[in-house]
């Protein structure tokens, strides 16, 4: 029997995150653990008569591509790829990996490359509706230190897939994430206080943006783009980051001028320099975010959703969105997480607005 709550995220996707339309093309990609989403965002997008496409990549396929790819592999765009971009009209992707560890002795200077080789094709699928979400899998569970079923109940809860009524619940978060916007409006200066951090930024002429689930889902945050040049002072991260296939912790940054000009991880050190000098951008902030779901407040070691934990902010090195006036261009966007709710505080202009994780707008 399938879990209503899979049938309401399929919902959620397919009428409200990408606005599915009749006639249009959509994309799903996963892997075949993913499979009971897979058949209801099928069933959903034929129901509002879209063209599903549907690709279920098994999980090993990329390993072995980082593994055993040569360097064309990384350097080139095949026009199969371009094609696909170029005819879909939006997109789905659906993570389910069986091994979030997959890919960890894997040299990250190929993921960089690859990465870098397709930023263009990557930002023109931005530029159409898509949205990335994530189907309970035993290794993510594993990771949130959670069991199958309680990480279950973990992710509808978070995107409000056990909602009689989800897309209304969605909609209601983005109006009072719009009041928030509108609170910020005309906004020049921030500063981020917690331990060992004191971390502070100018979003003069800058946009914060609303997300709500129409993009990532979950979601629940708002975010915009630092001056690029404006980043000073230090921050420790609370968290493990974790990245193509690697857990960072114990991260210290420090920023002069906008740049990270030093910078330490008491766990995979190397990995850390290595995607800051992907390119000049990844030693740049690209978004500054603050979570806002009030339904997250647990660590999972996935930024799907823990960038979104209410009463943090996060940073993300490397590119920013246009949208939010950020000039900052990098094949890495690589999000970090700062948790306000023991003792931190952001402030605005010089008014803190969330205080031991509790806002204050």
Not at 42 to 50: M, P, T
Not at 106 to 122: C, E, I, M, S
Not at 159 to 185: G, N, S, V, Y
Not at 188 to 207: F, K, N, P, Q
């Amino acid at each position: 029997m399938e879990d209503p709550r899979v049938s309401n995220l399929a919902r959620i996707l397919v009428r409200y995150s990408i606005g599915a339309r009749r006639g249009q093309t959509v994309s799903v990609d996963a892997t075949p653990q993913a499979e009971p989403l897979v058949v209801a965002v099928y069933r959903e997008l034929i129901r509002v008569g879209a063209f599903p496409v549907v690709r279920m990549s098994p999980a090993a396929a990329t390993e072995i591509f980082f593994r055993w790819g040569k360097r064309h592999h990384f350097t080139t765009v095949t026009p199969y790829h371009r094609a696909m971009v170029r005819t879909i009209d939006a997109s789905i992707r659906i993570s389910a990996s069986p091994n979030t560890r997959a890919l960890s002795s894997v040299d990250p200077r190929r993921q960089a490359l690859f990465a870098r080789t397709h930023r263009r094709l990557r930002d023109q699928v931005l530029r159409k509706p898509w949205v990335l979400t994530l189907y309970p899998t035993e290794a993510y569970a594993q990771d949130a230190e959670m069991s199958l079923s309680e990480f279950e109940d973990f992710v509808y809860q978070a995107t409000f897939a056990d909602q009689e009524r989800p897309i209304a619940a969605w909609k209601a978060l983005a109006r009072r994430q719009e009041r928030m916007i509108a609170a910020l409006h005309g906004a020049r200066h921030v500063r981020i206080v917690a331990d060992d951090t004191d971390l502070s930024m100018s979003i003069a002429g800058r946009r914060f943006i609303n997300s709500a689930g129409t993009h990532n889902m979950p979601s629940g945050e708002i975010f915009t783009g630092p001056v690029e040049d404006s980043v000073e002072g230090h921050i420790l991260y609370d968290f493990p980051v974790c990245h193509a296939g690697r857990e960072i912790s114990g991260i210290r940054l420090v920023f002069r001028k906008g740049r990270v000009v030093e910078a330490t991880a008491e766990k995979n050190q190397h990995f850390l320099t290595a995607m800051l000098d992907s390119d000049p951008g990844a030693r740049r902030v690209g978004e500054l975010g603050i979570g806002t779901n009030m339904r997250i407040q647990r660590f999972t070691r996935n930024i799907l959703f823990d960038e979104k934990i209410g009463g943090t902010v996060h940073l993300a090195l490397g590119n920013s969105y246009p949208e939010t006036g950020g000039r900052n261009r990098s094949a890495v966007h690589w999000d970090m997480i700062k948790d306000l709710r023991r003792g931190g505080a952001l402030y605005v202009d010089g008014r803190a607005i969330i205080k031991d994780g509790k806002f204050r707008l």
